[in-house]
């Protein structure tokens, strides 16, 4: 499995959950893996050590997904370590839920400096890196299809604008073979939604499966979407649900 073999890929909010599924799929493929962390450096240690132990090659960088200069200097000094940047994946988010006349409008900022403006950061620090036939994947959300309970309307917004995001790089970077997608994970057992979290007993009887999602599942779609299989494919939304919204 040397797929990614000589590429090099950065994973933002790699330290947990999803994001570091992803990069120790990716790592797995061949990939050299760069991931951010913000709050965890224990768990991010623990995912470039078991990279490493596996026989790949990681690190980890400290960067707020939140603060613009931060995650350009961790997207920047993964290029000047490494030579280059071949694969982004902008994992990092965070959620606020409540009712929209009730949450804090800080809360607002924080959640749209993550999820929203730190995606668009990360790119373009790392479109200055990226050569012809670089990929790009954003994590989004199935909660853009299916909105399946209250109290999360701002954070629905935010992975929204990542969808639209998505597909206005299509164009812009088309020409140049770079390929851009956003991969929506259904309910997926994650620091943020854990299977038997508090809304787990509403939405689990809707899930196809019967079973929530696991970040494996979702870093093998990744994988794909990194890969040279995945050459023509771009502005896709590929859910990753169980069945969840159809």
């Known amino acids: 499995?040397?797929?990614?073999?000589?590429?090099?890929?950065?994973?933002?909010?790699?330290?947990?959950?999803?994001?570091?599924?992803?990069?120790?799929?990716?790592?797995?493929?061949?990939?050299?893996?760069?991931?951010?962390?913000?709050?965890?450096p224990e768990k991010a240690q623990e995912v470039v050590a078991e990279i490493k132990a596996a026989g790949?090659?990681?690190t980890a960088i400290q960067a707020d997904a939140g603060n613009p200069e931060a995650v350009r200097y961790a997207v920047a000094a993964v290029a000047e370590q490494f030579g280059?940047?071949?694969?982004?994946?902008?994992?990092?988010?965070?959620?606020v839920l409540g009712a929209p006349q009730d949450i804090a409008f800080e809360d607002f900022q924080r959640i749209l400096a993550v999820n929203v403006t730190g995606v668009f950061v990360a790119t373009q620090e790392a479109l200055r890196h990226m050569g012809d036939g670089g990929r790009i994947i954003h994590i989004g959300s199935s909660i853009v299809q299916y909105a399946a309970f209250p109290t999360a309307s701002a954070y629905t917004l935010t992975k929204g604008a990542v969808t639209g995001f998505t597909r206005g790089l299509v164009r812009d970077l088309g020409p140049?073979?770079?390929?851009?997608?956003?991969?929506?994970?259904?309910?997926?057992?994650?620091?943020?939604?854990?299977?038997?979290?508090p809304v787990a007993d509403f939405v689990k009887p809707g899930i196809a499966?019967?079973?929530y999602g696991q970040g494996a599942d979702v870093a093998a779609a990744a994988a794909y979407l990194a890969s040279q299989d995945a050459s023509f494919v771009t502005?896709?939304?590929?859910?990753?649900?169980?069945?969840?919204t159809a």
């Open 1 to 40: 499995m040397n797929k990614l073999q000589s590429k090099v890929a950065v994973v933002t909010g790699g330290s947990r959950s999803i994001g570091a599924a992803i990069a120790k799929r990716l790592a797995a493929d061949g990939a050299t893996v760069a991931i951010t962390y913000n709050a965890s």
């Open 56 to 58: 790949g090659n990681a």
């Open 84 to 95: 280059k940047i071949d694969i982004l994946v902008n994992n990092a988010g965070i959620s």
């Open 176 to 197: 140049r073979g770079i390929t851009v997608n956003t991969i929506h994970p259904g309910p997926t057992d994650s620091d943020m939604n854990p299977a038997d979290g």
């Open 209 to 211: 499966m019967g079973r």
């Open 235 to 244: 502005g896709a939304e590929l859910m990753v649900d169980g069945g969840f």
